[in-house]
C-alpha cells in the first residue's frame, strides 16, 4: 500500500520490501521527475563500500586496539564492521540512559506501544546501505506515511485540506499571497518543482550525481549549488517572493534553513528520498539495539556467515563515558584518550592503536585535541554548521486526527510549530488507496496514539524551545487547534502526556544534523573525511557523509572508516 504519492497512479507499497520492490519504487520515483537515468547513479552510491574483509582475513587483527568514540549508528556500523577481522574494540558513548545517539524512540509506557520518534523516524528506498543492515539482522519495515490527502495546510490564518492537485490550497491559501498571475494558476506542487527541483534537470547525470558524493574537486555547477543559498536558487528561476514564500512553508526543513547552501537541501531532491519510505514498527530504537544485541551474543553466527565465532573481535560498549582529550604519543604511535566515567565519577586515560571518531563536530568542537588535526580539519570542527530543531511529542487518549480522516502524513504551517506528523500505523485498516474515504469509518480512532505536534527547524526550533514548558505546552495546543479547526481547549482533556526534544540543547550533541551553509561542501566536505594522526584516527557520521541527516550517511560512513582503518593498519603492519 502506498498513500505517500500525490499523482492519481502510483505503484502499491509493501511491508518489508524485497530488493526487487525497492528498485520498482525508486525507478518510479525518479521516472516521475523526468530523471529515470538516476536510479543506476543513486543505487550504486548509497550501497554499502566494499566488503571489509576483502581487505583483511577474518580474525587477522586480533589484539588490536582500536576505539570508537560515540555510539550512534556511525560508531555502531564501524564497531560491526572491524569486529570481523578480530579488533579488540571499545566504544565511548555520552549517553548512560539508551544506546543509538541520535537515534531516540520515546515510549510513554512499559508495554512500549506507544511511542513517537524524536530522531529519525522515515528510512527512503533509495538508502542501500540502512537496507543492508535492516535485512541482515531481519527487522520488519511497514510503509511511513509521507503524505494524506486530507492533512491541513494553515498560512496566513488560512485553511485548506492538502488534496492531491492542490485545487484546495489555490481556493483558500492562494488569495492570501500576492502571486503572478501564472503562479496564481499554478499548483503548490508544480511551483515546488519549478523553484527547488528545475535546476538538477540543467545538469548531467553524472553532475547531479555530485550532491551525494564526497569529492575531492567537484563540477563547476555542483559548486554554484554549494555557493548559493536555496533562496539565491530558487529566485533564479523567476519566481516571486510570495511564491517563494509559499512553496518553503510546505517544508519545515527548507524553511528553517532556506538561507543555506542550496546542494545540502537538493541531497533529498536528487535521490527522490521522499517518494517511498519506511519505519521499524516497534520503534526505530531496535536498530541500534539490534547491533549492541549482536556484540553480546556468545554466537553471533545468523549476522557473520561465513567467520568463525573464535575469529571475531571483541566489543566493548562503555556508556556515560564522556570524551574530554584526544592526543598522540609519537614515540608508541598510539593514540591516547581521556575520558570521564560519569558513573565512577573519574577521570581515565587509555592507549589504541586506531581510533574512529563518531563524535559530531558540534560535540567535538569541547573535546581537547592536542597535537591539533589538519588546520582545515579545525577549521570544519569549529564552523560547519549544524541547523537546531525541536519536536514535541503528545500521548493523547484518543486520536482526533483521524475523526478528522487523517491517517499518516504530515500539516504544513506558518505558526512557531511548523509541522505536525501523524503516526501511520492504523494506515494497516485502509487497504485500498482507491477508496480510503469509505475506510475511515472503520478506523479505532478511540484507541490512544502519539502526535508528533510540533517538528521545526532553524530559527523557529530556537524561539520555540526556549519558552518556560508550560508556556510552550500550552502554546502548542493552541496552534494545533487552530490548525484543526477544534474549540480552544478542546486538547486539555485530550492530552495525556508529552515530551519535547531541543537538539541543540541536547548535552551530547548540541546541534541537530549537519546543513551546509554556503562554501561548505566545496571547503570542507573531502577534508572532513581524512585521517588524522599519520592515519590513526578516521572519522564517521552524518557529517562527514554526503547524506546528511538520515541513517544511510552515518552507517556508510561508518563501514568506509572501518575499511580506510583496516588498509591503514596493513600499511602500519598492524
Keep these: 500500500m502506498n498513500l505517500n504519492s500525490q499523482s492519481l497512479f502510483y505503484p502499491p ?64 556500523s564501524a564497531a560491526f564492521e572491524l569486529r570481523k577481522i578480530g579488533f579488540d574494540i571499545t566504544i565511548y558513548e555520552a549517553l548512560e540512559d539508551r544506546v543509538g545517539g541520535r537515534v531516540y524512540t520515546y515510549y510513554f509506557n512499559e508495554q512500549e506501544n506507544l511511542y513517537h520518534e524524536f530522531g529519525p523516524m522515515r528510512i527512503p528506498v533509495t538508502h542501500e546501505t540502512v537496507w543492508h543492515y535492516l535485512n541482515l539482522f531481519k527487522l520488519p519495515t511497514r510503509p511511513f506515511i509521507q503524505y494524506s490527502e486530507n492533512s491541513f495546510i494553515y498560512y496566513r490564518n488560512a485553511t485548506a485540506r492538502n488534496d492531491r492537485n492542490g485545487s484546495n490550497v489555490m481556493k483558500n491559501i492562494y488569495p492570501k499571497f500576492d502571486l503572478k498571475p501564472n503562479e496564481r494558476n499554478t499548483n503548490w506542487q508544480r511551483l515546488q518543482e519549478i523553484a527547488l527541483d528545475s535546476h538538477l534537470l540543467y545538469a548531467s547525470p553524472e553532475v547531479r550525481a555530485e550532491t551525494i558524493q564526497v569529492k575531492p574537486y567537484y563540477n563547476e555547477r555542483t559548486l554554484m549549488w554549494s555557493d548559493n543559498s536555496s533562496m539565491k536558487m530558487m529566485e533564479s528561476t523567476g519566481l516571486s517572493q510570495e511564491a517563494i514564500a509559499l512553496v518553503s512553508n510546505f517544508s519545515s526543513l527548507l524553511y528553517g534553513n532556506i538561507y543555506n547552501s542550496y546542494v545540502d537541501f537538493i541531497e533529498e531532491s536528487y535521490p527522490a528520498d521522499l517518494a517511498y519510505l519506511y519505519e521499524i514498527p516497534g520503534g526505530m530504537m531496535n536498530f541500534p539495539k539490534a547491533f549492541i544485541k549482536s556484540f553480546n551474543d556468545q554466537n553471533p553466527t545468523k549476522e557473520y556467515l561465513g567467520i568463525d565465532k573464535t575469529e571475531l573481535g571483541k566489543v566493548e560498549y562503555k556508556s556515560g563515558c564522556w570524551v574530554n582529550d584526544i592526543g598522540f604519543d609519537n614515540l608508541s604511535q598510539n593514540v591516547v584518550i581521556n575520558y570521564e566515567n560519569t558513573k565512577l565519577k573519574d577521570n581515565l586515560k587509555e592507549k589504541f592503536d586506531y581510533v574512529v571518531c563518531a563524535i559530531p563536530f558540534s560535540s567535538l568542537r569541547n573535546v581537547n585535541i592536542d597535537p591539533l588535526f589538519s588546520n582545515l580539519k579545525m577549521r570544519a570542527i569549529r564552523e560547519v554548521h549544524y541547523t537546531p530543531s525541536q519536536r514535541t511529542l503528545l500521548l493523547c487518549k484518543e486520536r482526533f486526527w483521524e475523526k478528522q480522516g487523517i491517517v499518516g502524513g504530515g500539516s504544513f504551517t506558518d505558526l512557531p510549530i511548523a509541522s505536525i506528523w501523524y503516526p501511520s500505523d492504523h494506515a494497516k485498516y485502509i487497504n485500498s488507496s482507491n477508496s480510503i474515504g469509505n475506510q475511515l469509518n472503520n478506523l479505532p480512532s478511540n484507541e490512544p496514539g502519539v502526535l508528533l505536534g510540533s517538528y521545526n527547524f532553524g530559527q523557529d526550533a530556537i524561539r520555540f524551545s526556549n519558552l518556560p514548558e508550560e508556556k510552550l505546552f500550552s502554546e502548542l495546543k493552541r496552534e494545533i487547534e487552530m490548525v484543526h479547526g477544534l474549540s480552544v481547549g478542546y486538547l486539555d482533556n485530550i492530552i495525556e502526556g508529552h515530551k519535547t526534544v531541543a537538539w541543540d540543547k541536547e548535552p551530547s550533541f548540541r546541534g541537530a544534523l549537519t546543513f551546509f551553509q554556503t562554501e561548505q561542501k566545496r571547503l570542507f566536505s573531502y577534508t572532513m573525511t581524512l585521517p588524522e594522526y599519520n592515519n590513526r584516527v578516521f572519522f564517521a557520521g552524518e557529517h562527514v557523509s554526503a547524506v546528511h541527516r538520515w541513517m544511510q550517511g552515518a ?6 572508516a572501518a575499511n580506510d582503518l583496516t588498509i591503514s593498519c596493513k600499511m602500519h603492519g598492524r
Design 13 to 76: 507499497q509493501p511491508d518489508n520490501p524485497n530488493d526487487n520492490d525497492r528498485n520498482f519504487l525508486s525507478q518510479y520515483a525518479l521516472g516521475e521527475r523526468g530523471r529515470s537515468v538516476d536510479f543506476n547513479f543513486v543505487k550504486k552510491i548509497m550501497s554499502p563500500p566494499e566488503q571489509i574483509t576483502n581487505y583483511a582475513k577474518p580474525g587477522e587483527f586480533k589484539n588490536v586496539k582500536v576505539a570508537i568514540l560515540g555510539g550512534g549508528l556511525a560508531g555502531l
Design 555 to 560: 552507517l556508510q560512513s561508518g563501514m568506509k
